[in-house]
C-alpha cells in the first residue's frame, strides 16, 4: 500500500477537503499525492483538487522558513549535529553553488517546481535554508514553485497521464 493510501485510510474520518489539505502539507505526499488521491478518490474537481492541495502544500512552509535556522542552531549545541550539519551544508553548497549563483531564485522556483520525488516545497525550504535565502525571497519563490507544480501535477492527472508512468516511461 502506498504512502497516499495508507494516509488515505487514517484520514477516512474527515471530511474530503480536509483529508486533501493534510496530504498537502506532509512531506511524503505533498501536492504530489494530494491532486491524484483529491481527483481520484475523492472525486474532486480540478480547480478544488488544485486549490487545497496547494493551500495543504503551502501551509508548512512559512514556519519552516522561519524556524529551520533556530532549530539547527539549537541543536548545533550538541556535536553529532554540529558535524552533521557542517557536512550537510558544505557537501550542498559544494555541488550547488555555481548553479545556485547563476540562477538565483529562479533555480529555487524550478527545483519546487518540478513534480519528482525529493522536490518541492519542504525541500525547497531545506534548500532556501542552506543557501540562506531570506524569507521574503524564499517565501515568494516556493509559492510560486507550488502553483507551478499543481498546474502540472492537475494537467498530468486529468488527462489520465499518472507521475509515475512519465518518471518510469512505462
Not at 3 to 31: K, Y
Not at 64 to 82: A, H, K, M, Q, T
Not at 112 to 140: D, H
Request: proline share 6%; glycine share 10%.
Amino acid at each position: 500500500m502506498s504512502v497516499e493510501l495508507a494516509l488515505v485510510d487514517m484520514l477516512g474520518a474527515v471530511p474530503h477537503w480536509l483529508a486533501v489539505l493534510i496530504l498537502g502539507a506532509v512531506p511524503v505526499s505533498e501536492l504530489r499525492g494530494a491532486i491524484p488521491v483529491a481527483m481520484g478518490i475523492y472525486g474532486m474537481g480540478p480547480f478544488e483538487a488544485f486549490f487545497f492541495s496547494v493551500l495543504g502544500n503551502l501551509l508548512p512552509v512559512i514556519p519552516l522558513l522561519l524556524f529551520l535556522e533556530p532549530v539547527s542552531n539549537y541543536l548545533r549545541r550538541y556535536s553529532i549535529f554540529d558535524t552533521f550539519f557542517t557536512w550537510l551544508f558544505s557537501r550542498t553548497r559544494r555541488n550547488n553553488t555555481e548553479n545556485f549563483e547563476k540562477y538565483g531564485l529562479l533555480a529555487l522556483t524550478v527545483f519546487v517546481a518540478i513534480p519528482l520525488p525529493a522536490t518541492g516545497a519542504w525541500s525547497g525550504c531545506a534548500a532556501a535554508f542552506v543557501f540562506g535565502v531570506k524569507f521574503r525571497q524564499a517565501l515568494p519563490a516556493i509559492a510560486l514553485g507550488v502553483m507551478i507544480a499543481g498546474v502540472i501535477v492537475t494537467a498530468l492527472t486529468v488527462t489520465g497521464i499518472g507521475l509515475a508512468d512519465m518518471v518510469l516511461g512505462v
